[in-house]
T-cell receptor
């Protein structure tokens, strides 16, 4: 079955450590996204990528980094510069392109919950 | 620029009662509008979307929403709530060729027996 796989599901980090969250999709989607979810704040966009080897900052990119070396993969690194990294992180993907690309539906992974100890 | 406002962070209804979750949007271009549902500790899944054409959109699990341009609203309704509807619901907006989809802050729906 096609879908998005996020790993790990739960992750604990000590202050000062970098951690990388994995996101893999086999949907042949062009675009991939990382969102952060905090209680009462909805989803906030961290980074997105519409094509391999290219990505753009979202609304809260500070303290995060990404890469897009393969179409299927869009890992997110939470660096030590992120002041409050404890959150639920969601990866998503969609088709891209065309005048109505904004109508493309996002497919989400099951999420990764990061806790800073 | 686009934005979404969901009125009410928590809505509680009795089983069998009408569900109404409110969403208002702001968009400088014709909007595409979405409702997603999230069950605890899971990702989001699409309930329904409006792109063009018919303003009353039917989705999964008996939900529907009506696009009202004059009111800049896209409220989600279901005639009769079921216990399995308990979840968090997100309204979202994007533009014609927009890469970014803007989400509201979510509404948690509780169902009373």
């Amino acid at each position: 079955d096609g879908g998005i796989t996020q790993s790990p599901k739960y992750l604990f980090r000590k202050e000062g450590q970098n951690v990388t969250l994995s996101c893999e999709q086999n949907l042949n989607h062009d675009a991939m996204y990382w969102y952060r979810q905090d209680p009462g704040q909805g989803l906030r966009l961290i980074y997105y990528s519409q094509i391999v080897n290219d990505f753009q900052k979202g609304d809260i990119a500070e303290g995060y980094s990404v890469s897009r070396e393969k179409k299927e993969s869009f890992p997110l690194t939470v660096t030590s510069a992120q002041k409050n990294p404890t959150a639920f992180y969601l990866c998503a993907s969609s088709f891209k392109g065309g005048l109505s690309s904004g109508a493309n539906v996002l497919t989400f992974g099951a999420g990764s919950r990061l806790t800073v100890l | 620029a686009q934005s979404v406002t969901q009125l009410g962070s928590h809505v509680s209804v009795s089983e069998g009662a009408l569900v109404l979750l409110r969403c208002n949007y702001s968009s400088s271009v014709p909007p595409y509008l979405f409702w997603y549902v999230q069950y605890p500790n899971q990702g989001l899944q699409l309930l329904l979307k409006y792109t063009t054409g018919a303003t009353l959109v039917k989705g999964i699990n008996g939900f529907e929403a009506e696009f009202k341009k004059s009111e800049t609203s896209f409220h989600l309704t279901k005639p009769s709530a079921h216990m399995s509807d308990a979840a968090e619901y997100f309204c979202a907006v994007s533009g014609s060729s927009a890469s970014k989809i803007i989400f509201g802050s979510g509404t948690r729906l509780s169902i009373r027996p």
